[in-house]
């Protein structure tokens, strides 16, 4: 099966990439910005047009969008996340055999839930802030495009490779150098939320998973269990190994980074966390299990702990 990946760079579409360029019987094409891709295409300024003819070279049978952006400014954020997509569904719809599309959307569409139980995908999206706004949008543009086309909307993603601006990055790193630094005391954002956190190696199955599937329309990928935040931080301070303290500032809430995209990082205009007032996130992760076939496998305790390998391995 041939497979146009598209946000190959980033977080979840590395991760991706990897998979799929060793699984026999799939012939994976990676588009993007950088010089690394096989084709070189900006989504977020190259036309429907000028993509459609690069689809009809390739001829896929199936296109991946991990491309987008997690952090910026609401125009860059709009750009990356919203009118790129409509680009590639336009482009999808010109080429001379459209092909299947598999779209990385976002938790951050649901926007603030009550801590009731798991969010079912047919829950009313109420995103807050540019990225869930843009995000949603995106998907939206997908679901009308009239394709064959899956969103797969992904939770708080961690494990190896997480943005030192996500929240375990940025606790990963605080330990570091509190570590070399004989410090004993990081800060950090407030870690009173619960968060539904899936391994970026499962998100990864998903994805292929449903790149192979004839599922449509929206499903959740997440591990379907609800952790508070800073329960979840102390299992990557276990494994540190560092016995200060952890302070929170509690004036802020701060969301785990989603890192869905495969925004360029030397492009992105702004590097801090999202700022949203969302409290609790647990995904239904039912129609995953029921129509991909799909159930995490990597503990939240293992992908912090390769978080924390990693990054002590930094130079």
Known sequence: MRVLLLGADGFIGRRVADRLLVEDGLQTTVLGRRDSADIRFDLTTGSPGALARFLDAVAPQVVINCAGATYGTSRALIRANTLAVATVCEAIRRSREPARLVHIGSAAEYGPVPPAGPIPESAEPRPVGPYGVSKLAGT???????????????????????????????????????????????RMPDLSGYRDFVDVRDVARAVQAAAVSAATGVINIGSGHAVRAREAAQLLVRASGFEGQVTEDARQVVLPAQAASGADPGRQLDARPVLEPVQWRQADVRTARDRLGWRTQVPLEESLGDVWLETACRV
């Open 140 to 186: 939206e543009l997908v679901l009308a495009s009239g394709l064959d086309a899956l969103v797969l909307r992904i939770f708080d993603v961690v494990g190896p490779g997480s943005p030192t601006a996500s929240l375990f990055g940025r606790l990963a790193e605080g330990l570091r150098r509190a570590l070399e630094q004989d410090e004993h005391q990081v």
